[in-house]
């Protein structure tokens, strides 16, 4: 076929080159007709060699992500300008809008230089360039189109001026990108910040003591070292009776004095009204710069005290009283064996000419002290920490570890300014040994013919204390037995019917655990088995009065028998006067076991020890 056409076109391309077109349409018809009976004639073959199909490649390119446009540019809200500085502490907030191409979310970059940032990854937040140390702040992911906001705060290390970048970074996980443009803002809300530093404030004082009608003038050293546009901050003082200062003003406690605003050093000056009730006045210092940011360091806020001039309290005798744990004038009561006795009162009225309610309406006087002791020692010798005695002396100046008192001003009993005088209660506790002065004569107490008294001192809230004032009367301090049975059990040994201790030489003691010198009463129980419940039994049961007792070892036989009834025994156990040791006595005792006795083993029975005050010439 090919050859066919080749010579076609060589025997009837004309003179100018071009074939002729019925020529040519023939003998492509001529060849259609031999290719196709070829066709035909070939079918079988041809399906039997090859096989024909369409097919088809897929094709591919990978659009790398875009990053997003801004919408609204970044700006400060509010503006952080030189005339509305941001205080050192205080936010800077910066806003901007973006739009992403591929509908990402964004995040808003504030960085402290131009350097391009780095995009996050995994949709993590950007770094800026130089890395996160030239971070002001990033934002949290915002949805493409939304507004992102981040903040930063300040710092008193800040200097004055603060360069901002703003970029935005879309969060597209194939690969994040930042919009190569950053932005500064524009007008107030631009690029840079403005740090406003608290001024310092190292110092305050003030020209008092001072009297009622005299100026107290308060001195500050404050300094600024900001400036803007060319000036330097201006320092104002405010002095404030109250801990209250709003930022700009006192508060409801009122003001004392304010000063102008100055370069450095404010000072402003208060006149002290009549009346003035003597006091330590507190009063609160503050500097602030022309822009109310307040002062920093240790003087900001502290307390400048003033004083106006004191006088002491004073205390009459005729108004103290020495009285019972229950308030009463009758005789101190000991109630507690070995031990102390507390809520004993002293009561008395304490006046000053500063009044009973000082400046801050609080107590004007504010402690007491007092001494109390048996007459017989006198206020002159009770005083010291060594004039102490638990028997006789009760010096405050031994300390409330060793004695606590306690001493207070009555509830209500101070009616305002207007009156000078409280009255006050102190209770404080006394030892078991404490010496009695009730009886009249000498066989009943020791000091009879004395009593126990007490000296106050009162002490305003300045220091100022009253003289050391007796009372006019005492009160007696009763007599207090105590007894304690310091061995329970009395162990004759083991002994054959018929038999008995050689010797009185089994032992019992008895304490005196109050403030008196004691005897005893002594009576007993037979001795059984079955005890209590002894029978009437010479074979079973042993007499009470089998067993002796003597104030020494002697024979059995030379002691006293005991009875079923009580009976005084001369022990005579002097009155203890140490509170660590008790004074006291020992009674020997003996027993003889009956020869009719045939029931063996344990026999028991009991004694009974009845304490009973002594005559004072044995203690």
């Not at 002290?369 to 010096?395: D, E, F, H, K, M």
């Not at 004759?492 to 010198?517: H, Y």
């Not at 004691?518 to 049961?541: H, K, M, Q």
């Not at 020869?595 to 002594?614: C, D, E, M, P, R």
Request: glycine letters at 10%; charged letters at 10%; hydrophobic letters at 30%.
């Amino acid at each position: 076929m090919k050859r066919f056409l080749n010579w076609a076109e060589k025997q009837y391309r004309g003179t100018n080159g071009r074939i002729s077109f019925l020529i040519l349409f023939l003998g492509f018809l001529t060849a259609g007709i031999i290719l196709g009976a070829n066709f035909w004639a070939t079918d079988a073959i041809h399906h039997a060699r090859f096989t024909f199909a369409q097919t088809t490649a897929t094709t591919t390119v990978t659009v790398l992500n875009t990053p997003p446009n801004w919408t609204v540019d970044a700006q400060e809200a509010p503006g952080s300008s030189t005339s509305t500085p941001t205080n050192a502490g205080s936010n800077v907030t910066w806003n901007g809008i973006a739009t992403d191409p591929n509908s990402d979310s964004f995040y808003l970059l504030l960085c402290k230089t131009s350097s391009t940032p780095t995009a996050g990854v995994a949709g993590g937040p950007p770094t800026c360039g130089g890395g996160a140390g030239n971070n002001w702040g990033v934002s949290s992911l915002t949805a493409s189109g939304a507004n992102a906001t981040t903040t930063y705060t300040t710092q008193s290390s800040d200097p004055q001026s603060d360069a901002w970048f703003a970029w935005i970074c879309d969060n597209n996980a194939g690969g994040a990108q930042c919009n190569a443009t950053f932005k500064q803002g524009t007008g107030g809300t631009a690029s840079p910040f403005i740090v406003n530093h608290r001024p310092n404030f190292a110092s305050i004082s003030n020209t008092a003591p001072a009297n009622p009608g005299v100026a107290v003038t308060w001195n500050a050293i404050a300094s600024d070292t900001d400036t803007f546009t060319g000036a330097t901050d201006t320092v104002q003082l405010w002095v404030c009776k109250a801990n209250d200062f709003t930022g700009s003003t006192c508060g409801a406690g009122g003001t004392y004095c304010s000063s102008t605003q100055a370069l450095a050093n404010p000072s402003c000056s208060f006149t002290l009204p009549i009346p003035d009730q003597d006091q330590t006045y507190n009063s609160y210092g503050y500097v602030i710069d022309n822009h109310t940011f307040p002062a920093s360091g240790g003087s900001e806020g502290a307390t400048s005290t003033y004083v106006v001039n004191n006088v002491a309290p004073t205390i009459t005798s005729s108004s103290i009283s020495l009285l019972n744990t229950n308030g009463s004038s009758t005789p101190l009561t000991l109630t507690t064996p070995s031990g102390e006795t507390n809520g004993f009162q002293v009561k008395f009225t304490v006046s000053d000419n500063n009044s009973c309610l000082n400046a801050s309406n609080g107590q004007e006087d504010v402690s007491a002290i007092l001494n109390v002791y048996r007459s017989g020692v006198t206020q002159a010798n009770c005083q010291t920490n060594g004039n102490y005695n638990p028997n006789n002396c009760y010096p405050a100046a031994v300390g409330t570890t060793t004695w606590s008192f306690s001493c207070s001003q009555d509830g209500g009993s101070c009616s305002g300014s207007s009156s000078i005088s409280a009255t006050w209660t102190c209770t404080f506790p006394l030892w078991y040994v404490a010496d009695p002065t009730d009886g009249v004569l000498a066989s009943d107490t020791q000091y009879f013919s004395q009593n126990w008294l007490t000296s106050v001192r009162a002490t305003d809230d300045q220091g100022a204390t009253s003289s050391l004032v007796e009372a006019a009367s005492g009160n007696e301090l009763a007599s207090f037995l105590g007894v304690q049975l310091n061995t329970p059990s009395i162990n004759f040994g083991a002994l054959s019917p018929g038999t008995n201790n050689p010797t009185l030489a089994t032992s019992t003691n008895l304490a005196a655990t109050g403030n008196v010198g004691i005897n005893e009463n002594l009576s007993g129980l037979d001795l059984c088995p079955n005890f209590p419940s002894c029978p009437v039994s010479a074979t079973s049961t042993v007499p009470v009065g089998n067993e002796q007792y003597a104030t020494s070892t002697v024979a059995y036989g030379s002691g006293v028998a005991l009875t079923t009834s009580s009976v005084l025994f001369r022990i005579q156990i002097p009155k203890s006067i140490a509170t660590s040791t008790n004074a006291s006595g020992s009674t020997y005792w003996g027993i003889a076991i009956p020869g009719t006795i045939q029931l063996s083993g344990a026999y028991t029975g009991q004694n009974t020890f009845v304490g009973v005050k002594s005559p004072a010439q044995n203690w």
